[in-house]
């Protein structure tokens, strides 16, 4: 069975960088069928993709325009962890963020279960 | 991107009611890629449904889904209480994959 469980401070304060860690149990992070996807949801912008890791013959790495630049997701073989920085953080910021599991050409079929991050001084 | 559009905001039904939700791509969402997904307060989405029709593990099948291209509609046949929840639609058809903003089934 697929779980995440993630971890990571719920407050950060502004122009700081938000560090989330999710761990992957009952999957490979290096599975070929999978990609790992870091996902936001606020009241004002929705759910909102942030950027995806998945390994085809080497380490893929996409991000959102909306976040290009202030977006770094890794991913540990070692640990089977993935994780997120967000540079430079405004309160526009504040959300839940998921971690969850993305099919090659399938849904989002697993999710960790969120943390609510918040920007504030 | 790939837009999607969902209506009603908000639909307002009694248990045992029929419940039909739409989602409209503003672009055809290759091979039918997509999904529908059901959230609780204070909980992860959970996927229901997946290639337009086919329902996920577990999903009773009073949840089904249809359509194809740009058009797509996920239907409740009778609502049990536990339904009640706001559900959003997600394509994977095309980069970036892009979720509709929700529709929110409450009681009446």
């Known amino acids: 069975q697929v779980q995440l469980q993630q971890s990571g401070p719920g407050l950060v304060k502004p122009s700081q960088t938000l560090s989330l860690t999710c761990d992957i149990s009952g999957d490979s992070v290096s599975s070929i069928s999978s990609a790992w996807y870091w996902i936001r949801q606020s009241p004002s912008r929705g759910l909102e993709w942030l950027g995806r890791?998945?390994?085809?013959?080497?380490?893929?790495?996409d991000y959102a325009v909306s976040g290009k630049g202030r977006v770094t997701i890794k991913a540990d073989t070692a640990t089977n962890q993935i994780f997120l920085q967000l540079n430079s953080v405004t309160p526009e910021d504040t959300a839940v963020y998921f971690c969850v599991r993305g099919l090659h050409y399938g849904p989002f079929d697993h999710w960790g279960q969120g943390t609510l991050v918040t920007v504030s001084s | 991107e790939i837009v999607l559009t969902q209506s009603p905001g908000t639909l307002s039904l009694s248990p045992g009611e029929r419940a039909t939700l739409s989602c409209r791509a503003s672009q055809g969402v290759s091979s039918n890629y997509l999904a529908w997904y059901q959230q609780k307060p204070g909980q992860a989405p959970c996927l229901l449904i997946f290639?337009?029709?086919s329902r996920a593990t577990g999903i009773p099948d009073r949840f089904s889904g249809s359509g194809s291209g740009t058009d797509f509609t996920l239907t409740i046949s009778r609502l049990e209480p536990e339904d009640f929840a706001v559900y959003y639609c997600q394509q994977y058809g095309s980069s970036p994959r892009t979720f509709g903003q929700g529709t929110k089934v409450e009681i009446k």
């Open positions: 290639d337009a029709s």
């Open positions: 890791t998945y390994f085809v013959s080497r380490w893929n790495y």
